[in-house]
């Protein structure tokens, strides 16, 4: 049994509950958020925190991502969505492209999509090589340790539905103009190789899962639940990383 195969799809949040919840969890970011890029009583920086968001089309990464920065002031986050590389990145190594955009020191930034497109979408599509794919696992890990040792907290999450869910969310859209950009012609073309994504997904949890960088499996049946639970487990990761935080730049006064 996978770690899809042993998600609870059923869990759920009440209406009032969700509300508490999500106030209490957004005022907590919010002053974590302050507290690690020096705008508070300590003005020193503390680690960048990256959040990877991957999952099932339609899973509510989006809104997820919505609730994590809606606190937050637009001064003191940016969220970054990846799709197929462009002609000038597949010229280059596949991870070239999200460099410019990882968080330095007191930064804090969402990635919609990522790296993971190399062992998910490449794979199953046949956009990189056998041999590249398979290699990228180990080129992922040892890119997100680095990032780690030299103070960036890497928070991944893969948000998962059902597939009757997906299929009533892709309806919902389908029939609401201002919503209908959002679906594709790879969506359906991804439903139709849902076996393929799950073992590719399970290959990727058990290959690039590390003490550094784990996964957080999540429930987005429900909305309510699983931008709760994705921003709770956010600020314990978050107060993890900063008791184990040692700032890598260090006392300046001996260089020259």
Same mark, same amino acid.
Request: aromatic share 10%; no cysteine.
């Given at each position: ?104 020191? /007191? ?5 919609? %999509? ?5 062992? !998910?979408?490449? @794979? =199953? *599509? ?47 859209r389908a029939g609401d103009p201002l919503k209908r ?38 429930? /987005? ?5 699983? %931008? ?5 487990? !956010?600020?314990? @990761? =978050? *107060? ?17």
């Amino acid at each position: 049994m996978g770690r899809l195969d042993n998600l609870n799809l059923k869990a759920q949040l009440g209406s009032k509950e969700y509300e508490e919840r999500l106030y209490a969890a957004q005022r907590k970011l919010l002053a974590l958020r302050l507290d690690l890029g020096g705008h508070l009583d300590d003005p020193e920086l503390g680690p960048g925190v990256l959040v990877v968001l991957e999952g099932s089309d339609a899973g509510g990464k989006g809104g997820a991502i919505k609730r994590i920065v809606e606190p937050l002031d637009p001064r003191h986050y940016n969220v970054s969505g990846f799709t197929k590389p462009t002609f000038d990145e597949k010229r280059k190594h596949f991870l070239w492209r999200f460099w410019q955009d990882v968080p330095g020191l /007191g930064g804090f930034a969402l990635f919609d %999509r990522s790296w993971y497109g190399r062992v !998910l979408v490449e @794979r =199953i *599509e046949g956009y990189a090589t056998e041999l590249q794919w398979r290699h990228a696992y180990d080129e992922i890990v040892q890119f997100e340790r680095n990032l780690v040792l030299e103070g960036v907290i890497i928070v991944k999450f893969w948000v998962q539905i059902s597939p009757d869910e997906q299929l009533k969310r892709f309806k919902s859209r389908a029939g609401d103009p201002l919503k209908r950009w959002k679906l594709t012609d790879e969506d359906q073309r991804n439903r139709d190789k849902i076996d393929l994504y799950n073992e590719a997904v399970e290959d990727m949890f058990a290959k690039t899962d590390h003490e550094l960088a784990p996964w957080h499996v999540v429930s /987005g049946e429900q909305k309510r639940w699983a %931008r709760v639970e994705i921003i709770e487990t !956010l600020i314990k @990761r =978050i *107060e993890q990383g900063v008791q184990s935080f040692e700032n890598p730049i260090g006392d300046q006064n001996g260089w020259t």
